[in-house]
């Protein structure tokens, strides 16, 4: 399948994702500007797809090294592509592999984030293309797997940065705290006003005590039909940090 390059926040970054299938969308720039890295924290995306969320962080964080962990070889060819096109070679490392078998030690790691399947399996009607299936359905490893070594991979008291599907917010939480991922910060996203809550943008904690922010709603759009909100466009301009 044909790649093909994406400018991006007004042209501050170049992303390489497949022609067809799935791409990029506005959940991935949501969990981008979720993010808070601190200067010596050792950072992996698990999935990372085409790379976009990483992307936007290393702009937002000019101090930022984040290792990119992915299995499908066709975005591993995206994530190398980006990788050079914006001049990361230093910054963002590309490391093909699969969660359920991680090839790194446990406990690597003070932040983990993801945008990982928001559906089951056997939901829903499937795309034609597999890829596609492969990233919206938890076909490979499903939610209670995914945060099992989320919780091997992050260091006592390291963080677990998500966005994910709201309708299954109250699985999610379970599984995390099963897990000892003690949900911390908590902020719905809402396709307009007076729409429900459509994702949920959340940072868990390893280890950490019962607390739980909840942050104001996130609008994407002013009305139904329509601009995007005042902070949705501001998650769309250039930046120019690094």
Same mark, same amino acid.
């Given at each position: 399948?044909?790649?093909?390059?994406?400018? @991006?926040?007004?042209?501050?970054?170049?992303?390489?994702? %497949? !022609?067809?299938?799935?791409?990029?969308?506005? /959940?991935? =720039?949501?969990?981008?500007?979720? *993010?808070?890295?601190? %200067?010596? /924290?050792?950072?992996? +995306?698990?999935?990372?797809?085409?790379?976009?969320?990483?992307?936007?962080? &290393?702009?937002?964080?000019?101090?930022?090294?984040?290792?990119?962990?992915?299995?499908?070889?066709?975005?591993?060819?995206?994530?190398?592509?980006?990788?050079?096109?914006?001049?990361?070679?230093?910054?963002?490392?590309?490391?093909?592999?699969? =969660?359920?078998? %991680? %090839?790194?030690?446990? $406990?690597?790691? /003070?932040?983990? @984030?993801?945008?990982?399947?928001?559906?089951?399996? !056997?939901?829903?009607?499937?795309?034609?293309?597999?890829?596609?299936?492969? #990233?919206?359905?938890?076909?490979?490893?499903?939610?209670?797997?995914?945060?099992?070594?989320?919780?091997?991979?992050?260091?006592?008291?390291?963080? @677990?940065?998500?966005?994910? #599907?709201?309708?299954? *917010?109250?699985? &999610?939480?379970?599984?995390?705290?099963?897990?000892?991922?003690?949900?911390?910060?908590?902020?719905?996203?809402?396709?307009?006003?007076?729409?429900?809550?459509?994702?949920? &943008?959340?940072?868990?904690?390893?280890?950490?005590?019962?607390?739980?922010?909840?942050?104001?709603? &996130?609008? =994407?759009?002013?009305?139904?039909? $329509? /601009?995007?909100?005042? +902070?949705?466009?501001?998650?769309?301009?250039?930046?120019?940090?690094?």
């Amino acid at each position: 399948m044909q790649l093909v390059p994406t400018p @991006f926040l007004e042209g501050s970054i170049i992303v390489y994702q %497949p !022609e067809r299938g799935f791409r990029f969308g506005i /959940d991935s =720039i949501l969990l981008a500007y979720f *993010l808070n890295l601190k %200067p010596k /924290d050792i950072v992996l +995306e698990v999935g990372a797809g085409s790379g976009i969320i990483s992307l936007i962080a &290393l702009k937002r964080f000019s101090h930022a090294k984040i290792f990119a962990l992915e299995l499908e070889t066709l975005y591993i060819e995206c994530l190398k592509r980006n990788v050079l096109e914006n001049k990361l070679q230093e910054r963002l490392f590309v490391i093909k592999g699969d =969660i359920r078998n %991680p %090839p790194f030690k446990p $406990g690597n790691f /003070d932040v983990v @984030f993801s945008n990982p399947p928001y559906f089951k399996s !056997e939901a829903g009607r499937k795309s034609p293309y597999e890829i596609e299936n492969i #990233t919206r359905r938890d076909i490979e490893c499903d939610l209670n797997e995914f945060l099992k070594k989320v919780n091997y991979l992050l260091k006592n008291r390291g963080k @677990f940065y998500l966005v994910f #599907t709201a309708l299954r *917010l109250a699985e &999610l939480v379970y599984l995390l705290k099963n897990h000892r991922l003690e949900p911390k910060l908590l902020r719905l996203v809402y396709s307009y006003p007076g729409s429900e809550a459509k994702l949920v &943008l959340l940072c868990a904690v390893k280890e950490a005590k019962e607390e739980i922010r909840i942050l104001p709603p &996130l609008y =994407i759009y002013e009305s139904r039909k $329509g /601009d995007y909100t005042e +902070e949705v466009k501001n998650f769309l301009k250039r930046i120019d940090k690094n």
